[in-house]
């Protein structure tokens, strides 16, 4: 029987500005990921249900200082059901809350709702909302705002709600504070989802609101609360003193636009910034200077990786992609391109989110040795200094990358490390928009550069990468990869009742998917930062710094 689900995928409209982050990278500021509150979430499975102590954090009353951070890039909306950019989600997601968060280990946690339970085969959801959320003008929050939000999703389509909607079947108000959420299909990755994009909106505003495309309005739940925003110049946010987790221990967040890594790093030596967040690859030797200054890192979930048309020549064999997997010495692109600021991957999910890394893929220890003997097992000979088949094919290529940082640098060990084993690399660098347009677009290429930063939910990244349904043009899967194997678990996977079902499926596709090559896992990325005036931080963040949650636990420096 042929299964219909929910595709998991988002559209070419709605991840465009994905691409144009992933392309700068190495300047622009993280996607907002999370961390463990201090609550005790429990993973939910089907039939099964989630508590958590009542909310009883306490923190003293808020000082009236400043902390000051920035950006490398401008918001473009700051409306919660019509945002764009990384940036915006950023600072929306310290205005509006979630409904559900997730833990250090990527699981689901309380987020607005304290518990929920699953029923109905993992297709009905129970949300229990903690009692003491309030709009910031006041107004509490209840079931029948959570209710309203994902009926407006389905009612006007927003981009990148558009998976969530399509999968909610209906929503019903059981009271002010139990909200019943009934699925098309059961979907174990439903509360990851919410976790990553589920801002609650409050009725009593956004009911008004016919046009909603071009509309803002700041009224959030938040810890912060919208003061002012200049364009190019700074977003200026208050302390909430109503959250409900607790007020922040500083009276306004100050986040600064900054056109270049130079100006950012200037204003933070002179102490007009007191957090900034560095692009790999930064030299940190030079705060040492600075003995204000502390630098924090913990891995995120960032993967660079090489990616092969699988149907252009020569990347249409298997062996030739596995060769170049050993070919490559991914120690030196993490040392020389990103000084060591990182680690080695190997599989297409990163360790940080270690509920759904498999460490058991094929592991591609660099080897020009064993390259050089899948090469000729693909029926490549070198007698002359040229790898040529049977057929005369000269084993050479093309690798296009965009013209800036990390890529130059990394397309230049590549070549380097594929010319030791007779094997030419012709590096092509164009502008980000081109390469985009080439890659993302047309997908004709041979080979050429990536990264991501992981959703909560695998399935968000793993299906539109590497699913054949997802290869043709402006899809997501530009390696072009058709395997049906991995086709049959992607939509399998979709059905799974629990996320250790989700888990089981996602372990044998991060396999495949490393076995058969398309794409070459370079490295894991890390987050760096570099603090200074507001140093007591509640422990390091397993996801990185970037996150309301974090700016709760600091407090001024004495």
Do not use: C
Not at 99 to 106: I, K, P
Not at 384 to 406: D, E, H, M, R, Y
């Amino acid at each position: 029987m042929i299964k219909h689900k929910i595709r998991k995928g988002i559209g070419r409209t709605a991840i465009a500005a994905i691409v144009i982050v992933i392309i700068v990278v190495a300047v622009v500021a993280a996607i907002a990921l999370t961390m463990n509150h201090g609550k005790s979430p429990t993973p939910s499975t089907t039939n099964s249900t989630v508590t958590t102590p009542s909310n009883t954090t306490v923190i003293p009353s808020t000082s009236n200082a400043t902390l000051t951070t920035g950006f490398f890039e401008d918001v473009t909306s700051l409306s919660p059901v019509n945002w764009f950019t990384i940036s915006d989600l950023d600072v929306l997601q310290l205005i509006f809350n979630t409904l559900v968060e997730v833990n250090a280990s990527g699981l689901p946690a309380p987020g607005i709702a304290q518990s929920w339970t699953i029923t109905n085969g993992g297709q009905t959801y129970t949300f229990y909302l903690y009692h003491n959320v309030t709009w910031q003008d006041g107004t509490p929050l209840t079931a029948q705002d959570v209710a309203f939000t994902f009926n407006y999703w389905k009612k006007y389509h927003f981009p990148y709600y558009a998976t969530l909607a399509a999968l909610i079947e209906n929503v019903t108000v059981i009271n002010n504070y139990t909200v019943q959420v009934t699925l098309v299909h059961p979907d174990a990755g439903f509360l990851l989802d919410l976790a990553d994009l589920g801002m609650i909106i409050p009725q009593h505003i956004w009911q008004n609101i016919t046009n909603p495309f071009n509309q803002t309005s700041l009224v959030g739940d938040g810890p912060f609360i919208f003061v002012s925003r200049t364009p190019g110049v700074d977003i200026i946010l208050k302390a909430n003193p109503h959250y409900f987790m607790g007020e922040p221990h500083f009276k306004y967040l100050v986040i600064k636009i900054f056109s270049s890594v130079d100006s950012a790093l200037a204003a933070l030596e002179a102490g007009s910034v007191n957090m900034l967040e560095l692009p790999e690859g930064t030299s940190l030797s030079a705060f040492s200077s600075y003995p204000s200054i502390h630098i924090v890192t913990t891995p995120s979930t960032m993967i660079y990786y090489i990616t092969m048309n699988t149907q252009k020549f020569p990347f249409n064999n298997t062996l030739v992609r596995q060769a170049m997997a050993y070919a490559v010495n991914k120690t030196a692109i993490l040392d020389l391109a990103f000084l060591g600021q990182g680690s080695v991957a190997n599989s297409v999910i990163s360790p940080s989110l270690s509920y759904w890394y498999y460490p058991g893929v094929p592991n591609y220890t660099y080897s020009p040795a064993k390259a050089v003997q899948l090469l000729e097992e693909a029926g490549f000979s070198n007698s002359s200094g040229k790898w040529v088949n049977s057929q005369g094919q000269v084993l050479t290529f093309n690798l296009l990358i965009p013209n800036q940082a990390p890529w130059i640098e990394m397309a230049t060990i590549i070549q380097q490390e594929l010319g030791q084993i007779g094997i030419t690399v012709n590096v092509q660098s164009v502008d980000p928009t081109t390469w985009e347009n080439i890659v993302i677009g047309t997908h004709d290429y041979q080979m050429s550069l990536g990264s991501w930063r992981l959703y909560f939910d695998p399935m968000l990244f793993l299906e539109p990468s590497f699913d054949s349904n997802e290869s043709g043009p402006n899809g997501l899967n530009f390696a072009v990869f058709h395997n049906s194997t991995v086709d049959s678990m992607i939509l399998d996977v979709i059905y799974s009742p629990s996320l250790s079902t989700e888990r089981t499926y996602v372990n044998t596709i991060q396999y495949d998917v490393v076995q058969q090559a398309p794409w070459i896992m370079l490295v894991y990325g890390q987050d760096i930062w570099a603090v200074q005036g507001y140093t007591h931080w509640q422990g390091v963040p397993r996801y990185g710094l970037w996150y309301y949650t974090n700016f709760l636990s600091i407090t001024p420096s004495s």
